[in-house]
């Protein structure tokens, strides 16, 4: 990652934006649940800046989505031509097995088809050309594998 805006996949946007709509429905629910902290018992005051911290944090994860869309709109489309966070590539791996994996920036617990740009397999396929073969440390010793193709 070289700090510049980085594109990303078509599914990843729809992620994004998918949570981002998330988040808005339910920061307003939130936000229509708060008082005045100072009305009440101590245990509603403890109530309402327990719903105030949650806002805080919706609102931190709101920008941090928009930024990151509003990045990726600058960056534009993921490379075709060369492996780049937001690519789509088809590996073959050493064992013979082909797959089709995303390049991108954070992990997605139920997204097997994800390798994270930080990752090793992530880190060698980054820059790579189809044919290129590259060379990645697993728990269980160095690997193989060949790009396959770029983009689908």
């Not at 806002?55 to 075709?80: H, N, S, Y």
């Amino acid at each position: 990652m070289t700090g510049d805006a980085e594109p990303i996949s078509a599914q990843a946007r729809r992620a994004l934006e998918q949570e981002l709509t998330d988040l808005q429905d339910e920061r307003r629910m939130v936000a229509g649940t708060l008082r005045d902290a100072s009305v009440g018992d101590q245990a509603d005051q403890a109530d309402e800046l327990r719903r105030a911290d949650q806002l805080g944090r919706l609102d931190r994860r709101i920008e941090d989505i928009t930024e990151r869309l509003r990045e990726a709109a600058v960056a534009g489309p993921a490379p075709t031509d060369v492996v780049g966070v937001g690519s789509t590539v088809t590996v073959r791996f050493s064992a013979g097995a082909t797959e089709t994996l995303q390049i991108g920036e954070v992990a997605e617990a139920l997204d097997q088809t994800l390798v994270t740009a930080d990752s090793p397999l992530g880190r060698a396929l980054l820059g790579r050309r189809p044919g290129d073969t590259v060379h990645y440390d697993t728990p269980d010793g160095p690997a193989t594998a060949v790009v396959v193709s770029i983009g689908g």
